[in-house]
């Protein structure tokens, strides 16, 4: 696109494709999900109160590269900017919509007094739904804070949160948009809200008056209906939930995220008076300001909280310097609980990822309390740990990249080959349901002994097996070698495989044999995470500058080595030569992902590799 003052730009030249109005508890964010993946980050603009004189910028000075506006604001806003764009929103029944509306601002109410008083004596949270939806400002919101004066017919789309998937796939197919991934609508987890939807709606007489306050938003739905009516009788877009006899499947596998280089940290976990509190920092290096945050507890997502984003931090600034914004990267969070389930989350998985215009961070974990103890100090200092603190972080870093790299499920059988002393298990029994199987196999032999001892014996689903595979630092009188060893498991047993360290200690003709077996063992479509040492051009050069901490300069069998005379101490692979290997395989290559071993600037320490069976 050609280089001009966005001043100078016609109204011909800015062609905003699509105007999207979001009204709240209608779906809109599930819908801002959707739009984040078929638009780049440059073509959708955000047009939200809480952004301040910024939300207008689209009128004032308009950016050429907008397709879509899409957010808060009243139907009319864009009309003479931009008339002919495609005006879309999405609807509701009324009154379950302010239902909805009265628990989301119900919440907000508590996390408000959490702070600064008892909730005993917080008036605005006592308030009942009926005392709510009687202020005058709750009243025909539809009709007359986003409506206003248009007519529906006059509407490009109008769609109904009900249908939200089928009424999607039609919208998708007339804009012609990209393939997107959907993920599966939950409906709100806390009890008072499905209690409260209940008592309202079977009660006739608290309908017809609350219909009767909003007689012009029950119009606009009915209406609305009547539109999806037509629209269906004359439409050729079909919509199918199964893949068969040919047809699209429209619903999908979540799979892996490429995620921005992002660093962070959450420092603090509490539980008070039902609230859960989070703090911790995070920065990007070239994404700018974090913007919010994907938050979740066990396997229930969290659409509301509260969160207090660019909070000062000078002790991240003087240790991350290089970081966009590392002088305001700290952040606080806090989610209202489910008064029943409170006591489940003791041992639940906290996941927190971060959001930036451009996309996802790197996924941080965390969980209340730990279900496994520590391993022995002697043991960590054996797998390079320095302390607990570091094996605790690495784990869940590790457990990170399983679910956000490679898509791993809960419900997933998972590999951890070079099992080690449970890097990959002591944050995983956070995160694997009963139903799905971790196998992990080492050469140490009091390693597996621990993680029997230890880990079986609370989570029956994890197995460790010790096999006596010769390796000269390791397991010296071992009897195997390493590259005759077979996997004890049958062939297309596994969703998921780990290599966390033992590629780094490995000389070429055994991780040659090791990736023939992983390639057995796992499913068509499965996928492994290999961490290694990939010596490039780049990585090479810094090593001769010495600012690399892992010193591969002696050249061995298919490898470099930090030591000619036990070069099982630490190993490299040129990149070339191992992605060579690797594609001989009949594995494909998801991502690379260079690592700060070698004096880079990276969020992870060695380098990465998420391969995948083809199908």
């Known amino acids: 696109m050609k280089s001009t003052n966005l001043t100078n730009y016609n109204l011909e030249e800015v062609k905003v494709e699509v105007i999207s109005i979001h009204v709240p508890r209608t779906g809109g964010t599930a819908f801002k999900n959707v739009i984040r993946q078929v638009y780049s980050s440059e073509e959708i603009f955000f047009d939200y109160p809480h952004k301040g004189p910024i939300r207008n910028r689209m009128l004032s000075k308009p950016k050429p590269e907008v397709k879509i506006i899409h957010g808060h604001f009243p139907a009319p806003k864009y009309n003479q900017k931009f008339p002919g764009s495609k005006k879309i929103i999405w609807l509701r029944d009324p009154i379950k919509r302010l239902i909805s509306l009265y628990f989301f601002w119900k919440s907000w109410q508590i996390l408000i007094a959490n702070d600064e008083q008892s909730l005993k004596n917080n008036q605005e949270a006592s308030l009942s739904f009926i005392e709510f939806v009687?202020?005058?400002e709750m009243q025909n919101l539809i009709k007359l804070n986003f409506l206003q004066n248009e007519r529906l017919k006059d509407f490009y789309w109008v769609g109904i949160q009900d249908f939200f998937a089928e009424d999607l796939h039609q919208l998708s197919v007339m804009l012609n948009w990209a393939d997107y991934e959907l993920e599966t609508q939950k409906s709100n987890p806390y009890p008072e809200y499905k209690l409260l939807t209940k008592e309202v709606l079977s009660n006739q007489e608290i309908v017809d008056k609350i219909s009767a306050m909003n007689q012009e938003d029950i119009e606009i739905y009915r209406e609305a209906l009547s539109l999806r009516v037509r629209r269906q009788k004359t439409s050729e877009i079909k919509y199918y939930i199964q893949n068969n006899s040919g047809k699209k499947n429209i619903i999908q596998k979540k799979?892996?995220?490429?995620?921005?280089l992002t660093w962070g940290s959450i420092d603090r976990v509490i539980v008070k008076n039902q609230v859960l509190r989070l703090s911790g920092w995070v920065a990007s290096l070239d994404a700018g300001m974090v913007q919010g945050f994907k938050v979740s507890v066990g396997n229930q997502e969290f659409s509301f909280f509260e969160q207090t984003l660019n909070i000062p931090s000078p002790d991240i600034e003087k240790v991350h310097s290089s970081l966009f914004g590392a002088g305001n990267a700290r952040f606080r969070l806090k989610i209202l609980l489910n008064k029943q389930k409170i006591n489940q989350i003791k041992h639940s998985l906290i996941?927190?990822?971060p959001l930036f215009e451009k996309g996802e961070g790197i996924v941080i974990l965390t969980a209340l309390t730990p279900i496994l103890p520590l391993p022995?100090?002697?043991?960590?200092?054996?797998i390079g740990e320095d302390s607990a603190h570091q094996f605790i972080y690495h784990s869940f870093k590790l457990l990170g990249s399983l679910i956000q790299r490679l898509g791993l499920q809960p419900t997933d059988h998972i590999l951890d080959v070079g099992c080690n002393v449970g890097k990959v298990a002591y944050c995983l029994v956070h995160y694997l349901e009963p139903s799905g199987r971790y196998e992990g196999f080492d050469m140490v032999e009091n390693f597996i002994s621990w993680t029997q001892r230890e880990v079986t014996t609370r989570k029956p689903n994890f197995n460790f097996n010790w096999h006596n595979i010769h390796h000269r630092l390791y397991n010296y009188t071992g009897k195997i070698s390493a590259n005759n060893f077979i996997f004890p498991y049958p062939d297309v047993s596994f969703n998921c495989v780990c290599v966390s360290r033992l590629f780094t200690h490995l000389q070429g003709s055994g991780v040659g044999h090791f990736l023939d077996e992983i390639y057995r063992v796992l499913q068509p479509g499965g996928r492994c995470l290999l961490i290694c040492f990939l010596v490039n051009l780049e990585a090479a050069e810094l090593i001769?500058?010495?600012k690399s901490s892992q010193q591969f300069i002696y050249e061995i069998e298919d490898g470099l080595t930090i030591d000619i005379?036990?070069?099982?101490?630490?190993?490299?692979?040129?990149?070339?030569i191992l992605l060579e290997w690797v594609e001989?395989?009949?594995?494909?290559v998801l991502e690379r992902a260079y690592g700060s071993w070698c004096g880079r600037t990276s969020s992870i320490k060695e380098d990465l590799l998420v391969l995948e069976k083809s199908f």
């Open 255 to 260: 799979g892996r995220i490429n995620c921005l």
């Open 376 to 382: 022995d100090r002697k043991y960590l200092k054996m």
């Open 351 to 353: 996941s927190v990822i």
């Open 544 to 546: 001769s500058k010495g």
């Open 134 to 136: 009687e202020q005058p």
């Open 584 to 588: 001989e395989r009949g594995f494909s």
């Open 565 to 576: 005379n036990l070069p099982e101490k630490g190993i490299g692979f040129r990149e070339n």
